[in-house]
Each structure stands twice: as structure tokens, then as C-alpha cells.
């Protein structure tokens, strides 16, 4: 099955600071990759997701951004982050041949002061 | 659009008690449907799924059946432990060609000695 490397695990930015989080995908090819975020209260929001290299769908206008320079690789960045970014950020992948699930990474918890 | 429809939390029980999550979506085509399960601080994880009508998906003494006529799939648990206490995820895989996936808001579940 697949894994899911996010960092970094945890960071605190403030205000105005460029984000830069990582995603790695070990154990399949060519996934649908996907950027979810959580804030307090459990639900999941769909960020983006690309179905393959340089390939990017935005679901929610906001000042962040996608890219996937490589197959199992998917990065979500900001020039300049607002106290609104805070949250958690999951990363996940699903396999095309696959049972449609997704596997998730542990997650970025993200503190903008 | 697809949509899934969780009741809300959080559901609170004693250790031993019998543990149903009410889950309904709507659909085109035939999603596979799944649920998944987040430990406090942690990624999401698949906890059963279920790819065709009347499929019961089961794991961990947990189980679920794909109800198309009345477009459920409910989780079910005969005795639950502490260690179960989580949030847990109601989804449905893109249909109609989309390769969104589609949430439920959550159901916090809290389990006592």
C-alpha cells in the first residue's frame, strides 16, 4: 500500500512569513494527489488536487498555492500567510487502478501569530 | 453534486455499548462508499469500504453495508473499547467521472471506561 510523507510536522509563522509544505508518495505511480485543510471542528476542505505532473485544480479561491514538480510529489505554499491559514493540512493520495480509497499523510499543523 | 450527510456528534458511550453512525449521500452512478477514522492528532485512515450495493465492509469489529434503495451506509460496532474513541468519516468516491471525493462533516465518538 501507499505512504504519505508530510513535513514538516508542525511549525508556527507569522503573519506575512512565505509557507512551504511538503508531500512525498511512496509505493504507487501516478496517483491523484490531493491538499485538504481542518480547522477546529473536524471537517475536511478541499485545497487542490492535481491528476498528475504540473497538473492543478483550485476548489476555494485563497492566497495559497499548488505545485507537483514530480509525480509523487505535491507542495502547498504561500507568498504571504494570514492569520486564516492556521490549521491542520493533510496531504492524500489515491491510486487511478486503486479502490478508489485515499491514504492520508499525518498532517502539518500549521500556527500563524 | 454528491454530498454526504453524517449525524452530529459527538456520540458519547460506555464501554461495551453497541455503536451505529448514521451515514446517507447522494450520488450519481454508483460510488464506492467508505468510511475512515482519525485518531486525535493524526491523519485520516481507511477503516472499511464498500464498492457495490448490498457489500458489507467490516475491519476491527467494525462494519458497514452499501444500502443503495435507501442510500445508506451506516457503521456499526457491537462492543465498543476506549481506544475506538476517534472522529470517523463518512465518504464516497468520485462518481460520474469526478475524481473529487466527498465528505461527511465528521461524528465524534467518546468512549468511557
Known amino acids: 500500500s501507499q505512504t504519505i510523507h508530510q513535513w514538516p510536522a508542525t511549525l508556527v509563522q507569522p503573519v506575512g512569513s512565505p509557507l512551504s509544505l511538503e508531500c512525498t508518495v511512496e509505493?504507487?505511480?501516478?496517483?491523484?494527489l490531493y491538499w485538504y485543510r481542518q480547522a477546529a471542528g473536524r471537517g475536511l476542505q478541499l485545497l487542490f488536487y492535481?491528476?498528475?505532473?504540473?497538473?492543478i485544480s483550485s476548489e476555494v479561491p485563497q492566497n495559497l498555492s499548488a505545485s507537483r514538480p514530480q509525480d509523487r510529489q505535491f507542495i502547498l505554499s504561500s507568498k504571504k500567510l494570514l492569520l486564516s491559514d492556521s490549521g491542520f493540512y493533510l496531504c492524500?493520495?489515491?491510486?487511478?487502478?486503486?479502490?478508489?480509497?485515499?491514504?492520508f499523510g499525518e498532517g502539518s499543523r500549521l500556527t500563524v501569530l | 453534486g454528491d454530498s454526504v450527510t453524517q449525524m452530529e456528534g459527538p456520540v458519547t458511550l460506555s464501554e461495551e455499548a453497541f455503536l451505529t453512525i448514521n451515514c446517507t449521500y447522494t450520488?450519481?452512478?454508483?460510488?464506492?462508499l467508505f468510511w475512515y477514522v482519525q485518531y486525535p492528532g493524526e491523519g485520516l485512515q481507511l477503516l472499511l469500504k464498500?464498492?457495490?450495493?448490498?457489500d458489507k465492509g467490516s475491519n476491527k469489529g467494525f462494519e458497514a453495508t452499501y444500502r443503495k434503495e435507501t442510500t445508506s451506509f451506516h457503521l456499526e460496532k457491537g462492543s465498543v473499547q476506549v481506544s475506538d474513541s476517534a472522529v470517523y468519516f463518512c465518504?464516497?468516491?468520485?462518481?460520474?467521472?469526478?475524481?473529487?471525493?466527498?465528505f461527511g462533516r465528521g461524528t465524534s465518538l467518546i468512549v468511557h471506561p
Open positions: 464498500a464498492t457495490k450495493a448490498d
Open positions: 465518504a464516497l468516491g468520485g462518481s460520474g467521472g469526478s475524481y473529487i471525493p466527498t
Open positions: 450520488a450519481t452512478g454508483y460510488p464506492s
Open positions: 492524500a493520495s489515491r491510486e487511478l487502478a486503486g479502490g478508489g480509497e485515499l491514504f
Open positions: 492535481s491528476v498528475g505532473i504540473g497538473q
Open positions: 509505493g504507487t505511480s501516478n496517483p491523484n
